[in-house]
């Protein structure tokens, strides 16, 4: 069965760079939520799209923005990198219209900011 | 604010017998729970849920019993096997669009 891909899988960035980060939901899955997990942490919850509209938002940085297109897909752009946002980015999907709340995860983007 | 606590950072158990992980809430809006599982490296799997209609739910080897009144819900493995071996993170649903609150995880190891 198809999964949530995640683009890229790694990313090294410098301080004060741009980054942005991909994801393919589910096909058929209408929602897509994106989670931060630091070192040794729970999953963060930053912001989530339904029908490409922005629909929850967590928290998400100012210098982070986030998008739902029209096939879908997510990106999360970062800008002005600071070292705390290392850290493994994921984006999960859902089918709102399902009888449940499940999340299906991606397998993460390691971000390290250096 | 909602919160969602897992005491317990780490869990040993022998192969076969019963993993018991636990979960703590306050001021859940939707008493709706979701367990994920997580290996290094990997997203969180999802494994089971339940709702408040609900005081069990039970999938295989996995139940899940919450106790409202508690405010305490908790994972049962029977049994349990090495490849259980991961963190366990429970989860609140914490709006009606979806979004999920996580414990901090247990990490379960089982040994052979």
């Known amino acids: 069965a198809a999964g949530v891909i995640q683009s890229p899988r790694h990313l090294i960035k410098e301080k004060r760079e741009t980054a942005t980060l991909k994801c393919y939901p589910i096909?058929?899955?209408?929602?897509v939520y994106w989670y931060q997990q630091g070192p040794g942490q729970d999953p963060q919850f930053l912001i989530s799209?339904?029908?490409?509209?922005?629909?929850d938002k967590g928290s998400i940085p100012d210098r982070f923005s986030a998008q739902q297109f029209s096939d879908y897909h997510s990106e999360l752009n970062m800008s002005s990198l600071e070292l705390g946002d290392s850290a493994l980015y994921f984006c999960?999907?859902?089918?709102?219209?399902?009888?449940?709340?499940?999340?299906?995860f991606g397998p993460g983007t390691r971000l390290t900011v250096t | 604010d909602q919160q969602v606590k897992q005491n317990s950072p780490s869990l040993s158990v022998q192969e076969g017998r019963i993993s018991i992980l636990n979960c703590d809430y306050t001021?859940?809006?939707?008493?709706?729970f979701l367990w994920y599982k997580k290996y290094p490296a990997e997203g969180p799997t999802f494994l089971i849920s339940?709702?408040?209609?609900?005081d069990k739910n039970e999938d295989g080897r996995f139940t899940v019993f919450l106790n409202k009144s508690a405010k305490h819900l908790s994972l049962h493995i029977v049994p349990s096997q090495p490849g259980d071996s991961a963190v366990y993170f429970c989860?609140?649903?914490?709006?009606?669009?979806?979004?999920?609150?996580f414990g901090q995880g247990t990490i379960l190891t089982v040994h052979p």
């Open positions: 001021n859940s809006m939707f008493d709706y």
């Open positions: 799209f339904y029908e490409k509209m922005q629909s």
């Open positions: 339940i709702s408040s209609i609900k």
């Open positions: 989860a609140e649903l914490g709006t009606s669009y979806g979004k999920l609150t």
């Open positions: 096909p058929r899955h209408d929602t």
């Open positions: 999960a999907s859902s089918d709102r219209t399902g009888p449940s709340y499940e999340q299906y």
